[in-house]
């Protein structure tokens, strides 16, 4: 017979232990939800896989968790008949962690514990957490498919110098599926309880679809006594079929733990059932923190998908547009064929009619928080404002919408905060003032100390300081909004019309005629390095400045595409 092999773990699943096992005590329970919420996901994807092949099930189709506990042993399992691991996937899945951008993320951990452990849930433990509780953990596992005598035992303690080596050794397995044992710590013997489990799952796992089972208790003889029957803990209904008046705020949060496999609490959610050509449901939150590998660009993004109720892939990003990458949540479509792929999606009208729906749902819940819960859309704007910025020019039928959404910095605070929305602005407009003035610079320092400004403050005109990358593509097509052009002050020949006094362009005029000469002298010896030499009342402090022509690109965006190499 075969022996147990043992292998090393990647060097960042051994930070991520060591520092979970020291940081995570308070949150101690949740290492229940996060394996009671892996063996729903090892579900789900069984049904979805069986859809294709129907023997997967083998003879045992009704998919179920359970929790078990054993007093003498101080172990508990938690068991499922969903897809299972082979060999190789428990050394890949449990071994190592394969999101990406997982390096940068560890190396900007700082040492201090405190802060570190406000880090680490950010990033989400998921199957680890099983070492808060935990000094040895044992997975049992076959996958689906395989015979029974190709299961695996992956073994890994935390005790001794063993810690940061597991073993995997081959078992045969005659249940498809997996069951993980926890040897409990040493001080964890309050959790060898039917009650104090039973009370963890309704807490955090309610909201799983499939039944979480535990063995029925008795009151026998003045103890308590574990019977053989089975008994549904949970509600074990897809918590998006349920009305919403019967879910809680704290359901619909741990929901979003599941599906988003996020540890903080959502932000804001949405839930509505659409009826008419396609009926879906939609279930869709804003995170309240932007995942640390939001800028990568193989981040995982997009919807969960279930049709009908049944799984059918997990980030399905054709269901939103790009720019809101960063919602996460469920639709459930009772249209779409269960054997619908990625493929499939990319050309499916109904799938159009789902996203422009999700699109539009999610929109008018930043408006609600906009004007209804004015601090949950600061947080919004400083996680996702720069991501959500892309859809000026990504979203042409909701563009107005999303303008009046978008939030900047300007000279009325002058400070590098993004709170002025483009309706604030024209609220504030000066008498006679007909355009919405920007600048864009490379950092918030340069836009607002831009000679170009001067004119402006003083005359108390309120400009948009922009310094986001992104600001050069919104400005770029967002020429106008409810009816006010957006205008570069630092383009051609500004003109400020009506707010430019007689007196002032008088007084011009004069400058013109008298310094004729020095310009004269100027063109002619920066002949090859500008187009022309222009006395202007635009400065009040600087000597000179750069403007571009009217219809040439800008100096900041020339600069943005010279660094990209264009
Ligand atoms: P996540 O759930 O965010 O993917 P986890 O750390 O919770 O991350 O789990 C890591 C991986 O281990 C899962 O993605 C899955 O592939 C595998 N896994 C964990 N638990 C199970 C299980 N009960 N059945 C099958 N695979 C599992
Ligand atoms: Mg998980």
């Not at 082979?86 to 990406?100: F, M, N, V």
């Not at 044992?138 to 303690?157: E, I, K, M």
């Not at 081959?170 to 997996?178: N, W, Y």
């Not at 106008?480 to 007084?507: I, M, N, Q």
Request: charge should be negative; charged fraction near 30%.
């Amino acid at each position: 017979t075969a022996t147990a092999q043992t292998m090393n773990f990647q060097a960042e699943v051994k930070q991520l232990l060591h520092l979970m096992i020291h940081s995570l005590y308070s949150n101690r329970d949740i290492f229940l939800r996060e394996l009671v919420s892996n063996a729903s996901d090892a579900c789900d994807k069984l049904r979805f896989e069986a859809i294709a092949d129907p023997a997967l099930f083998e003879s045992d189709s009704e998919l179920k968790i359970r929790v078990s506990y054993d007093k003498t042993a101080r172990t508990i399992t938690i068991a499922d008949n969903g897809i299972g691991m082979s060999r190789d996937e428990a050394i890949s899945h449990l071994g190592t962690i394969a999101r990406s951008g997982t390096k940068e993320f560890f190396s900007s951990l700082t040492g201090d514990q405190k802060k570190d452990a406000n880090l680490i849930g950010q990033f989400g433990v998921g199957f680890y957490s099983a070492f808060i509780v935990a000094d040895t953990v044992t997975v049992n596992t076959r996958r689906a498919g395989l015979p029974a005598d190709q299961g695996v035992r992956w073994s890994c303690s935390m005790s001794g110098d063993t810690a940061g080596e597991y073993s995997v050794e081959p078992i045969t397995k005659a249940d498809r599926g997996t069951e993980i044992v926890l040897h409990l710590r040493e001080d964890q013997d309050e959790l060898l309880s039917g009650f104090k489990l039973r009370s963890i799952i309704r807490e955090y796992s309610d909201h799983i679809l499939q039944p979480v089972v535990m063995k029925k208790e008795e009151w026998k003889d003045g103890g308590q006594v574990v019977t053989d029957e089975d008994e549904t803990v949970n509600q074990a209904s897809a918590l998006w079929t349920r009305s919403k008046s019967d879910i809680s705020d704290e359901q619909y949060a741990e929901f979003y733990k599941h599906v988003a496999h996020d540890f903080q609490d959502p932000l804001a959610w949405s839930h509505a059932r659409v009826e008419g050509r396609h009926e879906y449901t939609q279930l869709l939150y804003v995170p309240s923190r932007a995942p640390f590998d939001m800028w990568e660009r193989n981040a995982r993004h997009g919807l969960k998908l279930y049709v009908r109720r049944v799984f059918i892939m997990d980030d399905a990003e054709k269901l939103l547009p790009a720019y809101l990458r960063f919602v996460r949540g469920v639709v459930d479509s009772a249209d779409l064929p269960l054997n619908v792929s990625r493929e499939i999606l990319q050309e499916s009208r109904d799938v159009d009619t789902i996203r422009s729906g999700c699109t539009k749902k999610v929109l008018s819940l930043l408006e609600d928080l906009a004007e209804n819960q004015k601090d949950k859309f600061t947080t919004f704007w400083k996680e996702f404002g720069r991501v959500f910025k892309e859809g000026v020019g990504e979203d042409q039928a909701n563009r107005d919408k999303v303008a009046g959404l978008l939030r900047f910095a300007s000279t009325h605070l002058d400070t590098e905060e993004q709170s002025v929305s483009l309706a604030d602005y024209i609220g504030r407009m000066k008498e006679g003032q007909d355009k919405i003035y920007y600048v864009t610079a490379e950092t918030f320092k340069a836009a607002k100390n831009s000679p170009h400004l001067e004119v402006f403050r003083k005359k108390g005109i309120e400009v948009l300081l922009l310094s986001d990358r992104v600001d050069e593509w919104v400005v770029g097509n967002l020429t106008e909004f409810e009816g006010k052009p957006l205008v570069s002050v630092a383009k051609g020949g500004l003109d400020l019309g009506a707010l430019e006094d007689e007196e002032e362009k008088k007084a011009l005029e004069r400058d013109e005629g008298e310094f004729k000469p020095l310009v004269d002298k100027l063109k002619a010896s920066l002949l090859d390095r500008v187009k022309e030499v222009r006395i202007t009342h635009r400065l009040t402090e600087s000597p000179a400045c750069l403007v571009s022509d009217e219809f040439d690109i800008g100096g900041n965006l020339a600069r943005i595409l010279k660094s990209a190499g264009q």
